[in-house]
């Protein structure tokens, strides 16, 4: 039987989805197609942040893609080298917090030290660092266009200072119309919705 599964492929350690195995031990053959694409805001200025650590008192992570826009700014120009000199050990004074072992796995390959990734939510992570002791600096906040506003006021409820950086939009995958109509081809058979 085939199983179509509107998703990423994320590879594990074995180098295979792990959704893609799994099924295929019940003997199901799946095929996976992305809906979802993810297109990067306000580099620039992130940038410009990440080279002033001293104005902040640590930076949160709730999504892998946030990650991804410090990746993308640190790949511009001299920064890598600017950032392995200095400012990564300027940002390890601070805390990171992140929601997630997959966060702060990425966060870690970038060279920051994390907690709070088992909290599990970003309302969790919110009264993690709220428990903590504040700083008078805001934290940095890279963040998409969609998301939820819990943390952001959990932590102004409490006097915590927040600075929030729009880094990426998610949007509607750029080929995902193309991939479905090439799946059901190669199946003999279309759904009403894609005959149009």
């Given at each position: ?8 492929p994320?590879?594990?350690?074995c ?7 799994e099924l295929?031990?019940?003997g199901l053959e799946?095929t ?6 993810f ?5 620039p200025s992130?940038?410009?942040k990440?080279?002033h650590?001293e ?14 826009a ?9 920064k ?11 940002w390890?004074?601070?805390s990171?917090y992140?929601v ?10 970038i ?18 660092i ?11 906040f ?13 932590l102004?409820?409490?006097g915590?200072?927040l ?16 991939n ?5 081809t190669q199946q ?8 149009a």
């Amino acid at each position: 039987m085939k199983v179509l599964l509107l998703k990423d492929p994320k590879e594990d350690d074995c180098g295979q989805d792990p959704y893609v195995r799994e099924l295929g031990l019940y003997g199901l053959e799946a095929t996976l197609i992305p809906v979802l694409s993810f297109e990067f805001l306000s580099l620039p200025s992130l940038s410009e942040k990440l080279s002033h650590p001293e104005g902040y008192g640590g930076l949160i992570f709730t999504s892998p893609r946030a990650v991804e826009a410090v990746e993308r700014c640190l790949q511009k120009d001299t920064k890598a080298e600017v950032w392995k000199k200095s400012l990564k050990e300027k940002w390890n004074a601070k805390s990171v917090y992140v929601v997630g072992n997959a966060t702060a796995s990425l966060v870690n390959r970038i060279g920051l030290h994390t907690e709070g990734e088992t909290c599990g939510n970003a309302e969790k992570l919110a009264e993690y660092i709220c428990s903590r002791e504040p700083s008078a600096l805001p934290l940095l906040f890279p963040c998409g266009t969609l998301k939820r506003e819990i943390l952001p006021k959990m932590l102004k409820d409490k006097g915590i200072p927040l600075e929030s950086v729009t880094v990426y939009q998610t949007i509607p995958h750029p080929g995902i119309q193309g991939n479905l109509t090439s799946y059901y081809t190669q199946q003999d058979r279309l759904p009403n919705a894609l005959l149009a």
